[in-house]
């Protein structure tokens, strides 16, 4: 019996074009798990598997400033099962769905 191939979808995309799926709120609002590949404040590169929508342990009325305007992300890291914060202009890539998308 022969093994079947899955191959995902790779699709070259400019920064601004992926920060803007991300914010989606299409994406947003599905609670989709998406696989985020980004580049820390510390200069270090980090993969976050997270969630979209998660108001577990929310307390209060949330951040005290803008994350949009300050070009932030907020998402819910599933492997920590914490709230994270991603800087959009150091993403350089995004597993969604069925599709991977690369920043180049």
Known sequence: MSKKIITIPTISV???????????????ASKAQVSVV????DGTKRTLIGRFGVKKDLAGTGPTYDAESK???S?????AEDYRVINLATVEKAEIG???????
């Open 38 to 41: 980004f580049m820390k404040k």
């Open 98 to 104: 069925d599709f991977t998308f690369v920043v180049g």
């Open 14 to 28: 400019s920064r601004s074009e992926l920060s803007k799926m991300l914010k989606s709120p299409a994406l947003r």
């Open 71 to 73: 070009g932030l992300l």
């Open 75 to 79: 998402i819910y890291d599933v492997i």
